[in-house]
């Protein structure tokens, strides 16, 4: 015995199926509800199917003191885990032992869940209070669970972006575009930047559909990917229907001059960021690639070139991956005399496995108001290096006195 075939219900539940003509176990599968498997003899042409009696959790978020709905990521994690789902059946579980991750963008979630015990982790990102409990739901019950989170950390002036975030559009990436924006708003980020590998699409259109134009600001840009020389993100590009991948730009056969120059020729003005510069690969980071001497911050290589605005110093979660390389080839710049600033992104492409905005970058614009955002402004903001890195603390940047203040 073992594995035979699988298929997907359709919107009414029916399904399907070709088996051998001997005795199979049906499985039914769907996130949250208790499996019940049905054991079907030879000959049998119709088969329903059932689940075990669920449980249900339903979630509302909220600004705490207010009634206003909260965008929001709720978790839920069974204190008894249920067997891992086959690989054979292509629906993956959930990472670190959860059974659910919701991006609840309205501050509602209502959620099917085997009865017994589970935890509820209520999360809206850095600057957010958590709303984190165990609760106990039996087989037929419907359990509400509040979560009003408190705004703690006070980023007045400044906007949080995460200008490297891929979807379905890039070729390591299977997110929907949809599912990809909910996943930036849920985590409380204002400026959700997408950046497909030569590609370009926009994040705005999403985010307005959804309704959600008071918690964020959309902005197109491009993770402009050679295959030899690096990777970079140009911010912003618009996209341009009818163009070679709705225009990104052309580097094949080109230097990094010609394509850096070509970059800051366009319209738009876009930053020119480089992405996770430094790394054992040429493939993938410039600074190695062009072969940057840490110690002087300069290169004689043919590759060479500074007409860049920015380094990603810090890709994804983990800062000591990054300190010793990129980190380091930042610092070498700036003690060469070179003003380039620094941002800091989640390169996510599986909302699964990497959520966006850890780290994100803090942009100072002197508002805070999605609305009043302008790609324009983002831009410039990162042209004048007025940013910090946010990976759990919040940098304010000096103003009269010496040292920046952390939060």
Same mark, same amino acid.
């Given at each position: 015995?073992?594995?035979?075939?699988r298929?997907?219900?359709?919107?009414?539940?029916?399904?399907?199926?070709h088996?051998?003509?001997?005795?199979?176990?049906?499985?039914?599968?769907l996130?949250?509800?208790?499996?019940?498997?049905?054991?079907?003899?030879?000959?049998?042409?119709?088969?329903?199917?059932?689940?075990?009696?669920?449980a249900?959790?339903?979630?509302a978020?909220?600004?705490?003191?207010?009634?206003t709905p909260?965008?929001?990521?709720?978790?839920?994690i069974?204190?008894?885990?249920?067997?891992p789902?086959?690989?054979?059946?292509?629906?993956?579980?959930?990472?670190?032992?959860?059974?659910i991750v919701?991006?609840?963008?309205?501050?509602?979630?209502?959620?099917?869940?085997?009865?017994g015990?589970?935890?509820?982790v209520?999360?809206?990102?850095?600057?957010?209070?958590i709303?984190d409990?165990?609760?106990?739901?039996?087989?037929?019950?419907?359990?509400?669970?509040a979560?009003?989170?408190e705004?703690s950390?006070d980023?007045?002036?400044?906007?949080s972006?995460?200008?490297?975030?891929h979807?379905?559009? /890039?070729?390591?990436?299977? !997110?929907?575009?949809?599912?990809? &924006?909910?996943?930036?708003l849920?985590? %409380? +980020? @204002?400026i959700?930047?997408?950046?497909?590998?030569e590609?370009?699409?926009?994040?705005?259109p999403?985010?307005?559909?959804?309704?959600?134009?008071?918690?964020?600001y959309?902005?197109?840009?491009?993770?402009?990917?050679?295959?030899?020389?690096?990777?970079?993100g140009?911010?912003?590009?618009t996209p341009?229907?009818?163009?070679?991948?709705n225009?990104?730009?052309?580097?094949?056969?080109?230097?990094?001059?010609d394509?850096?120059?070509?970059?800051?020729?366009?319209?738009?003005?876009?930053?020119?960021?480089?992405?996770?510069?430094?790394?054992s690969?040429?493939?993938?980071?410039?600074?190695?690639?062009?072969?940057?001497?840490?110690a002087?911050?300069?290169? /004689?290589h043919?590759?060479? !070139?500074?007409?860049?605005?920015? &380094?990603?110093?810090?890709?994804?979660? %983990? +800062? @000591?991956?990054?300190?010793?390389?990129?980190?380091?080839?930042?610092?070498?710049?700036l003690?060469a005399g070179?003003?380039?600033?620094?941002?800091?992104?989640s390169?996510s492409?599986h909302?699964?496995?990497s959520?966006?905005?850890?780290?994100?970058?803090?942009l100072?614009?002197g508002?805070?108001?999605?609305?009043?955002?302008?790609?324009?402004?983002?831009?410039?903001?990162?042209?004048?290096?007025r940013?910090?890195i946010?990976?759990?603390?919040?940098?304010?940047?000096?103003?009269?006195?010496?040292?920046?203040?952390?939060?």
């Amino acid at each position: 015995s073992g594995y035979i075939t699988r298929a997907l219900t359709d919107a009414t539940g029916n399904y399907t199926v070709h088996v051998p003509d001997e005795t199979v176990t049906f499985t039914p599968k769907l996130r949250g509800y208790p499996t019940q498997e049905t054991e079907v003899s030879v000959g049998t042409t119709t088969q329903d199917l059932s689940f075990a009696p669920h449980a249900t959790l339903r979630v509302a978020a909220v600004v705490a003191n207010t009634t206003t709905p909260l965008p929001v990521r709720v978790q839920v994690i069974p204190t008894n885990a249920p067997a891992p789902t086959p690989a054979s059946f292509g629906t993956p579980d959930e990472a670190n032992g959860r059974l659910i991750v919701e991006y609840a963008v309205t501050g509602q979630a209502t959620l099917a869940v085997p009865p017994g015990e589970h935890r509820v982790v209520v999360s809206r990102g850095y600057e957010w209070e958590i709303h984190d409990e165990v609760v106990t739901v039996a087989a037929g019950e419907t359990l509400d669970i509040a979560a009003p989170l408190e705004h703690s950390v006070d980023t007045t002036g400044a906007m949080s972006a995460d200008f490297h975030i891929h979807s379905q559009y /890039s070729a390591d990436s299977s !997110d929907p575009v949809e599912h990809k &924006v909910r996943g930036t708003l849920a985590e %409380g +980020l @204002d400026i959700p930047v997408s950046s497909e590998h030569e590609w370009v699409i926009d994040f705005q259109p999403i985010i307005e559909e959804l309704g959600m134009e008071d918690w964020a600001y959309g902005i197109s840009s491009e993770e402009l990917t050679t295959f030899t020389w690096g990777h970079f993100g140009v911010v912003p590009l618009t996209p341009r229907p009818g163009e070679l991948n709705n225009g990104a730009r052309d580097w094949l056969g080109k230097s990094p001059r010609d394509v850096f120059a070509d970059v800051h020729s366009l319209p738009e003005q876009p930053a020119l960021i480089v992405n996770h510069p430094s790394g054992s690969t040429a493939f993938s980071s410039y600074f190695t690639a062009a072969m940057l001497d840490k110690a002087t911050g300069t290169s /004689s290589h043919e590759l060479w !070139d500074d007409n860049f605005d920015a &380094v990603e110093v810090f890709n994804d979660s %983990g +800062l @000591d991956s990054n300190r010793e390389d990129s980190v380091a080839h930042w610092f070498a710049l700036l003690n060469a005399g070179k003003t380039i600033g620094a941002v800091g992104s989640s390169d996510s492409h599986h909302l699964r496995t990497s959520p966006v905005g850890y780290p994100r970058t803090y942009l100072q614009l002197g508002y805070d108001d999605p609305r009043q955002a302008s790609r324009e402004d983002v831009r410039d903001a990162i042209k004048a290096g007025r940013s910090t890195i946010g990976a759990g603390l919040f940098l304010l940047q000096p103003r009269r006195s010496g040292a920046a203040a952390l939060r």
